[in-house]
């Protein structure tokens, strides 16, 4: 298993935006699917959206969509998460994971895995 990074998380008000963004120092993500997943506090972890190597995006919750974008830039070798109008309900650690097969909201679909960053939407 290959160490992703992710970066771009903090505290951020209600309203507010924030992007993360997933690196991967040993893997070229331009070839794999990437998903973004989220955790909240007591809760299991759930898959928010993933983007294919030919850039086709499939968003996993409801309560995101059309606030959360992903996007990759394959020059840089990185995958992001753009996420606007932010709420106390976005609040977790978000983790991005590439996998081989298919973009999946199933965990195990995913075979490198980042650390996670924390998102903390709070007044």
């Known amino acids: 298993q290959l160490q992703l990074v992710e970066s771009g998380g903090g505290l951020v008000q209600p309203g507010g935006s924030l992007k993360l963004s997933c690196g991967a120092p040993?893997?070229?993500?331009?070839?794999?699917?990437v998903g973004w997943f989220r955790q909240a506090p007591g809760k299991e972890r759930e898959g928010v959206s993933c983007i294919t190597p030919d850039g086709v995006v499939t968003d996993y919750r409801g309560s995101v969509k059309g606030r959360f974008t992903i996007s990759r830039d394959k020059a840089k070798n990185m995958v992001y998460l753009q996420m606007n109008s932010l709420n106390p309900e976005d609040t977790g650690i978000y983790y991005c994971?590439?996998?081989?097969?298919?973009?999946?909201?199933?965990?195990?679909?995913?075979?490198?895995w980042g650390q996670g960053t924390q998102v903390t939407v709070s007044s």
């Open positions: 994971a590439a996998g081989g097969g298919t973009c999946s909201d199933y965990e195990a679909s995913y075979i490198h």
């Open positions: 040993e893997l070229t993500l331009g070839y794999w699917y």
